[in-house]
């Protein structure tokens, strides 16, 4: 264990102290190809997960990547991200439990200095994962970790290029990807394989520019927004197989803009959980009528926003409940704004960092 925590805090220092040679990078662009190889081991988020770590972790990846050219504010205001789309697939080191893992998601590199460098990059995807092998109550109990074959994926990474030539450029890289069903069908731990990568990029479609001054500011008159929405979810309680149960979320927020990357707010959710009504009826707690089953909540929000999509983390404490399993609640996931009054919402609420369902709603934007 003690290899397995030394060697990603090795790999993230070179990283941060490669040469900067290449690095600047200030006017490149493009559309590239790459290949990585990946190799790690699944982080074991609680003791008795143990039994189904044999061995360590190898996977693949194949990206497609688009810097583009920087005419949109958004574009500007990150000093022109690189955007694409992944195709993961991992060899969990246990074939017989655990499987493997294939995933698809769209990503982001974001630029972590404020610059055009690409000396160290933070990059972002959310999409789906297959997983063939899952939890079985008869032929593979011992895996509590993954009750569905479809899931939601997300992988984070700090990552880093250095070019080789004016097409080619060698990528390195150190992050974790997580696979889950958001509690849609129990059990649902999920999987988090912490993985560093290698890999060669080459440029099918190369371009370059100027970039353009830009100076991030909002108007008076937009700095305040207001968000209501409506989400619906289904969330399955362990032991396995004992039903799902619906759930609905009504939600406000008033959000202050920071910038044009950035808004902070608060607001009111208003919960009704089917879930909980069997909860509190297991420890004999019965309620006289469906309304007392309502639950309300103070939050504060941050979201930060990529052109018309957003990334919230909201934490919120329950001003009133009738089920005392928690009393606080966060959520992250991601918004879409389609247009200046609508917005999709796939969001995840959480207590204490385990799921409860996917936030699925529509909402509007005033």
């Given at each position: 264990m003690r290899?397995?925590?030394?060697?990603?805090?090795?790999?993230l220092l070179v990283l941060l102290l490669k040469p900067n040679a290449k690095g600047q990078d200030s006017i490149r662009c493009g559309q590239w190809i790459t290949a990585n190889m990946h190799y790690g081991f699944i982080i074991p988020i609680?003791?008795?997960?143990?039994?189904?770590?044999?061995?360590?972790?190898?996977?693949?990846?194949?990206?497609?990547?688009?810097?583009?050219?920087?005419?949109?504010?958004?574009?500007l205001a990150y000093h022109s991200p690189e955007t694409g789309v992944a195709f993961y697939y991992a060899w969990l080191g246990n074939p017989t439990?655990?499987?493997?893992?294939?995933?698809?998601?769209?990503?982001?590199?974001?630029?972590?200095?404020?610059?055009?460098?690409?000396d160290l990059y933070f990059r972002i995807g959310i999409g789906l994962a297959y997983m063939p092998v899952i939890f079985d109550r008869l032929n593979n109990h011992k895996n509590d970790v993954i009750g569905s074959h479809v899931d939601a994926l997300l992988n984070v990474r700090f990552n880093s290029h250095i070019y080789l030539s004016s097409?080619?450029?060698?990528?390195?890289?150190l992050g974790v990807t997580h696979a889950s069903d958001g509690n849609y069908q129990a059990p649902n731990l999920g999987i988090n394989v912490l993985t560093f990568n290698t890999g060669l990029s080459y440029c099918i479609k190369p371009g370059k520019y100027l970039p353009k001054p830009y100076k991030d500011s909002v108007s008076h008159a937009d700095k305040i927004e207001n968000n209501v929405y409506l989400a619906f979810g289904l969330s399955e309680r362990e032991p396995p197989d004992q039903g799902k149960y619906g759930a609905v979320t009504l939600n406000y927020t008033r959000y202050y803009k920071l910038s044009t990357k950035s808004k902070l707010g608060g607001g009111i959710d208003v919960f009704y959980n089917q879930t909980n009504i069997v909860r509190m009826a297991d420890n004999g707690i019965y309620l006289k009528n469906s309304l007392e089953n309502i639950q309300s909540g103070l939050k504060v929000c941050y979201e930060v926003t990529v052109g018309k999509f957003a990334l919230p983390y909201e934490l919120g404490a329950y001003t009133y409940t009738m089920y005392k399993g928690s009393e606080i609640y966060d959520r992250i996931g991601v918004r879409y704004y389609?247009?200046?009054?609508?917005?999709?919402?796939?969001?995840?609420?959480?207590?204490?960092?385990?799921?409860?369902?996917?936030?699925?709603?529509?909402?509007?934007?005033?």
């Open positions: 290899l397995r925590i030394k060697l990603p805090l090795l790999i609680y003791g008795p997960m143990d039994v189904l770590l044999k061995a360590h972790v190898p996977a693949i990846e194949l990206n497609y990547v688009s810097k583009p050219s920087a005419n949109l504010p958004w574009q439990q655990l499987g493997n893992m294939i995933g698809v998601y769209p990503f982001i590199n974001f630029h972590m200095q404020k610059s055009y460098r690409e097409r080619t450029r060698l990528e390195l890289g389609a247009n200046r009054h609508t917005i999709i919402n796939l969001t995840l609420l959480l207590h204490y960092a385990s799921a409860d369902y996917i936030e699925w709603g529509m909402g509007y934007r005033f």
